[in-house]
């Protein structure tokens, strides 16, 4: 058992934070035992490291990011999405048959999400086994969660990062048979890359996979509106784009995010709830891409799951602080439209990007007992240079802060140092 | 003479970056001489700077900033306009009648402006004379350029900061006589807060002053519905927000920007087009503040002046890269909305910040002959880890970088250093 000191502040619902000034987390074992305002008589006793002024909140939780489009974050953004993908996207996609390349970008893409205070990740690889495996050995060598998927894709793509469905599903399995231990911080997730690019019987076998094995599913739903078209015409057996996935087994029957969502409405929005799929919101994605504005406020009212995404590299920003920024400023875009839609407060963006993303993981997200002990430990004396209280001096950091304010970072109970890049 | 080698970038027009690859820059008294891709024979034994592989750009402006606001950064993001400024806005700029306050805030406001390379400001101070003139010393004594202006208000605002017309003006021509000089780097601008808060006197008097001194003009144009609505109450008599300005002469009499212009469209935008009246575009404040979306391309279709600003506290990022970014993303929703919009261009953003935006310091904010050397050098090694392009390097700093990648700062000529804090 260990303890730590310091202002805590967190989200038990959405509601508003939770905020406890000098408080202690007892860890054991990485989860956590308990906090508490004053230390109990029967933790006396126990060592304790105190952060003195400094905040502790969860750790950061990015639910949709393309590991292999980091090298390209912050580039090509006057291209629209068909052009984009095209010149820039599948060709930098298919150099991750050369594993040396791979390691070079996925150990900077690692590192650089320990620097933004990401804990846990849920990830696009590529269609390539090996620098798929390659990326969860990195993630696990630094010892940061992560659901990593293999790329699954069988069509309207490069012949170089197309595959058969045997060869998918064999690889798949490789991996699955690798990473088998259901509460491991790394695991594979079932990644069929979106409805155009999977015949049906690629997604039909990708169902059976996760549904085999008990596997998550991660894919891209309703984010443009020549996408949702092009999906009608290959899918015209489906209701709508959501229903693609669920006549395939991939739609909730194991659990199951979807990036975007930018156009989900009527009968795809109650299929979510009522199959708890997860919307992965990727607000800086979906300004870049010139996608739209995925309507937040009603996932949140209707009760579907929601989790935040950098979306890199159609996203421009890997922090998820800055997502959440983002995320709040799309909720006022709409309210500005329509005021019936109350914005998001700065609580419901912080537990949408922590104890709500976390449900993918376990219990992730939240300082409460029983949570998977994620935090980190912020110095924000720079910017709280004139006596705000901790609520201001949390939204200070989220809407100022970057990684040099970030000073320690944990992923289930173990303190995680910096990953070489070489 | 001296002259700069580097690799520059900057926008000549605003269709396209101009690049001159270790390219020289050559400065005589402040001014840019010429730019040349090889060196001149004339100009050899003139000395020479190497930057090496880093990038020199122009360096940024901005054209609207509330200097007194700016303890309020980040915070309170949660409230909408009217509690916003009644609970902090106001209460905060009544701090101001106190000196040493101003001064300690100042500083940092100065010294932040110069960390993230912004070397023009246009900025609105508080009704106080004595703390004004603090803030354009410090400007003064950090040797970066900026158009301060006290704030003039004497209505619909709390009695602290209520003025009659005769003091307002009083303290207009005392700072106005101190700094009289037409080059100088620090000037006063004529600056009534908004139709709501001066009364038709203090308006006409305010622009009385502008034109009798030949001073520029600075206030907010249409920056949100209920707004409008009130200043069409107050103002029954004019045409438009933007003509109850110009009846009192200040609507492009002398060099005039306008803040916000969310909602200016028909006459409004032709007259601003017709007296170039600069609109001062501000996307972060304008998402958090929920005002709206701005018509940016229509601004430039008609050829309305455009410029940049963080409007601070509105804004929540004092850095105008970021400012860049997010007027990119504005247009994106826009065109997102109608496609007969296109989206704003990278070289059109890093336009309107810099060489747009400069026409109200003079000739400013390209690095061509002719223009104040005003520039910003760029060590982005650690984010050009690939071989990448110098056009896509200078998108990933505007994109991804921060005050870390900026390592000198020059203004008209001179190399800045870090402003002290204390």
Redesign the interface.
Known sequence: MHIYKANLLFTKDSTSFTVIPDGYVAVDSGTIAGVYPRLPDELSGIPVTDYGNKLLIPAMIDVHVHAPQY?N??????LELLPWLNNYTFPEESKYADTAYAER?YR?FVRDLWRVGTMRTIAFATVHKDSTRLLMRLFEQAGMGALVGKVDMDRNCPVSLRETVADAIRDNEALIAEYAAPDALVRPIITPRFVPSCTPELLQACGELARKHNLPVQSHLSENRNEIAWVHELEPASLHYGDAYRRYGLFGATPTVMAHCVWTAGDELRMMRDNQVMVAHCPTSN???????APIRTFLNEGVPVGLGSDISGG??LSIFKVM?YA??VS??Q??QNHHLP?L??PEAFWIATKSAGRLFGKVGSLEAGYDFDALVIDDSE?N??N?SLL?RL??F???G?DRHIVHRFCRGEQIAEPPIA
């Open positions: 090298r974050i912050g580039i090509a953004m006057d970008m900077r300004f870049n891409l010139a996608s739209g504005m421009h920003d920024v709040i400023q006022k875009m309210y500005c914005f407060t700065l910017l240079h004139d705000y201001h939204e200070r989220i809407y100022l970057d």
